[in-house]
């Protein structure tokens, strides 16, 4: 696959102020819109009020929004967090830092154990799908490789793995700051997973032992231009349709785009276009376990943006970046139907398991 190693431009990730980015007001409600492609969205959540709120009931009002985001389309967009632009820009310049260094360089730090999950994955060794049957999985990477690269950072304090770090010299600060960045973006989960407690009618706190030993994964993006020749092929994409592993999954979007969303009701893929200072927000598979289904783990992709001719016949994508932080449970932690998501009418779809069972398998098969 002809892949070209371009210069990665900066990002520049706009200011996060409730007040700048106001809430839409709709006549129709959020359920009636994601029933046809003409009207879906997927919600804007003010969260500085869930943060602000002085009453259980001022809360519960921004948990019901963020629950139902989740059960109707498994997507929202959050404003009003805690995470300064300042510091998600910082983060986009270490991570174009780490992109431009050598093959040679980041070959020495390659990912290499789905237990682990930590390292450097090259551009078409991944190819993230649905299904989780490795020989199925291997033959469809032979055939449409996702075009991108990742870097793959873990909690640093694990008793068994430790994080791949390029040295200093070669990336000044990056180590301080993804390990700044990863932290922010736990206390982020952890707000985030007390509201969706309170719109599941648990306690607040309901998840808070199950989620504090961050055994998270902050994975940093980079999708490098690509002749639009290349992407033509029956399943290729940048990041093929797939589902998340874990809880949540907060995404940075760089203003390039590309991520797309499939309407649960009408199976379409409608863009999930980057809005300046939001953090995209989607349940992951673990989560909807958790709940019994009634939250939605909702397929998404990465497609190519509009390409620039390069002649009659043939155009260039530009490059992208983008930053996830996958939130998962506790490794040793049981995932079973909660007890407000189950009935005698509605019992538990999933067996019990624990986090390291399913996400380590998934790993497992998604890799070469």
């Known amino acids: 696959m002809l892949v070209l190693r371009p210069f990665i431009r900066q990002v520049v990730f706009r200011a996060a102020r409730p007040h700048f980015i106001a809430t839409p007001r709709y006549n129709s409600t959020l359920a009636e819109d994601v029933r046809s492609d003409s009207t879906f969205r ?28 989740f059960k109707e389309v498994g997507f929202v967009y959050l404003t009003g967090h805690v995470i300064e632009p300042e510091t998600v820009n910082h983060v986009f310049q270490k991570s174009a830092e780490f992109f431009r260094l050598p093959e ?4 020495r730090l390659a990912w290499d154990d789905p237990k682990a999950n930590r390292g450097y994955v090259q551009v078409g060794r991944e190819r993230v ?20 690269e990742s870097m793959e950072i873990g909690r640093e304090n694990h008793p068994t793995f430790s994080n791949k770090w390029p040295q200093e010299t070669e990336v000044p600060g990056f180590k301080q700051t993804m390990l700044h960045f990863f932290q922010t973006c736990h206390e982020v989960h952890t707000m985030v997973m007390k509201s969706i ?4 009618d648990l306690p607040e706190d309901f998840f808070d ?17 690509i002749r639009t020749s290349l992407l033509l092929g029956d399943g290729q994409a940048r990041a093929a349709s ?10 940075f979007q760089d203003s390039i785009g590309g991520l797309e969303v499939q309407n649960p009701h009408t199976k379409h ?9 939001t953090i995209v927000v989607n349940a992951g598979d673990l989560l909807a376990r958790w709940s019994n289904g009634v939250l939605r783990s909702t397929l998404h992709r990465v497609v190519a943006p509009p390409a620039t001719k390069i002649n009659a016949t043939e155009g260039m994508t530009p490059a992208r970046q983008s930053i996830a932080f996958f939130c998962n449970p506790n490794f040793d932690a049981i995932i079973e139907s909660l007890p407000t998501c189950t009935s005698t ?12 069972q399913y996400i380590v398998g998934r790993l497992a098969a998604t890799y070469s």
Do not use: C, W
Not at 48 to 69: C, E, F, H, M, P
Not at 104 to 107: G, L, R, S, V
Not at 242 to 251: A, P, Q, S
């Open 42 to 69: 997927i919600p804007l959540i003010d969260f500085a009020a869930y943060k602000q709120a002085t009453s259980l009931a001022d809360k519960r009002r921004i948990a019901d929004d963020i629950v139902n985001g």
């Open 104 to 107: 040679e360089t980041k070959a």
């Open 129 to 148: 799908t649905t299904s989780m049957d490795a020989a199925e999985i291997a033959v469809l990477r032979a055939k449409a490789p996702d075009t991108k």
């Open 197 to 200: 407690a309170l719109g599941l």
């Open 209 to 225: 032992n199950k989620i504090d030993r961050q055994d998270h994964n902050l994975r940093l993006l980079s999708y490098p231009p």
């Open 242 to 251: 797939h589902t998340d592993y874990g809880t949540l999954t907060l995404l």
């Open 269 to 277: 893929y409608q863009p999930a276009s980057p809005i300046p200072g």
């Open 345 to 356: 009418s509605n019992p538990s779809r999933y067996p019990p398991l624990t986090t390291e």
